[in-house]
């Protein structure tokens, strides 16, 4: 039996009637009449008889029906896994992020999309860029979340957002009115250094150059968020991300413009040679609008 033939099969015998399983299958009673002459066919018996206006089931029919239910549900589930893939509901994403990321932008983007999403599954992953890189290339993730990444052959990337550097400081250090800080106010306090490992580091030290030998450096941090932790305990002041910046509140922090800016690009990286499902096309989307307000905020 064919499929369309089954799921007429089905429908008359589970409704008692050729009209009632034409209604159930959106379609006319003589194309439900037809499907079930050409089954009874091809079968080479009768699956219903014909008593005074009504079809009775044959034992024949009553067999079938058995085996014609569990491939029936088959079907049924399988057209539920259809259209849950269509539209992003189900599967298994996996993300990798730079540390700035997975303090709080990342957390909020997962937890918003499992709410309108909850067969969805996430791994997350923190990564430094190169470590990234290696782990799209190697298709052990998905998706890479990081700040202007640099051209890496095999690896496509999308921007989500634009971004700058700002300065933060202890809210006992004192840096007057200014609306921002050039790099020559950093000089009179103490300094949390950042090595000039990614891409960003390589843009601060090139900003810090002309400073460098008259920073007041006190502490070496590897991360961004590290520095601002840094800076909380002791007056001191750094450079950092505006997200970081923002995430996990500001506490007895002062954050300020740079003058001139100091921008740069939020970026998401993917695999050239994969294509992304429907669900991870659809968290990048969210993943925009997550940061765009987060930056807004």
Known sequence: MRLRQIEVFH?????????????????????????????EQQLGYLLFDRLKGKLVPTPEAHRLFAHVSTVYRDVDRLRHVAANLRAGNSGRIRVASTPAFGLEVLPQAVASFRSMHDDIVFEIETLHLDQMQEALLESRVDLGLAFDPVATPGIDTETLASSRFVAIAHSSIELGDKPALQAGDLCDHPFVGLNSRGPLGRILSAYLEPV????????????????????????????????TARSGGSGDLQILQLDPELRFDIKVLRLAALPLSIAAQN??????????????G
């Open 212 to 243: 460098a030998d008259q920073l007041k450096i006190v502490t070496w941090s590897e991360t961004y968020h590290v520095a601002k932790a840094l800076v909380a305990a002791e007056p001191s002041i750094t450079i950092a991300d505006e997200i």
């Open 283 to 296: 968290f990048v989307r969210h993943l925009r609008q997550t940061v765009g307000r987060f930056l807004q």
């Open 11 to 39: 429908a008359v015998y589970s409704s008692g009637s050729m009209t009632s399983a034409a209604a159930l299958l959106n379609v006319s009673q003589p194309s439900v009449s037809k499907v079930l002459a050409h089954a």
